[in-house]
C-alpha cells in the first residue's frame, strides 16, 4: 500500500491534480461498502473531504448530502422486540392480578354480609 510521503505534494501541485473516473468510483465503492471513510480518503490522497462528499453524490450508490442513513443492526431490531413482548406480558400479569385482587374483595364482601362479621377493618 502506498504511504503518505508518496503523495506529499506542494499546494501548486495538488491543486492541479485531478483523479480518474475509475479511481473515484473505486473510493466511492470503498466508502459504501464501509472498507474506508470519507475523512480517511480525505487524509490519505490530502484531497478536501468536501470533494469526497462530491464524488460520493455523483458515482454513489445512496448517498445524498446532508442526509445521514441510519443503518439498524438486526440485532438492534431482535431487541426492541423482545422487549416489546415483554411488556406485552407483564401487562397480561398485571391484569390477571387486578382480576385476583378484585376477586377476593368481593369474596370478602360476601363473606362479611354471609356471617354478619366484619371482616375488614373500616378505619372511619
Known sequence: MANRQQFKQSREERQ????????KRKKVREIEQQITTIAQVSRQYEVRENSVSKWMAKYGQHYIK??????????DTAKIAALKA???ELQ?????????????????????????????????
Open 16 to 23: 492541479r491534480r485531478v483523479f480518474s473516473e475509475e479511481f
Open 86 to 88: 415483554q411488556v406485552a
Open 92 to 124: 397480561r400479569i398485571i391484569g390477571e392480578k387486578q382480576v385476583l385482587l378484585e376477586f377476593k374483595d368481593k369474596m370478602i364482601e360476601l363473606a362479611e354480609e354471609v356471617y354478619g362479621v366484619d371482616i375488614k377493618k373500616k378505619l372511619s
Open 66 to 75: 446532508g442526509v445521514r442513513t441510519i443503518v439498524e443492526s438486526q440485532s
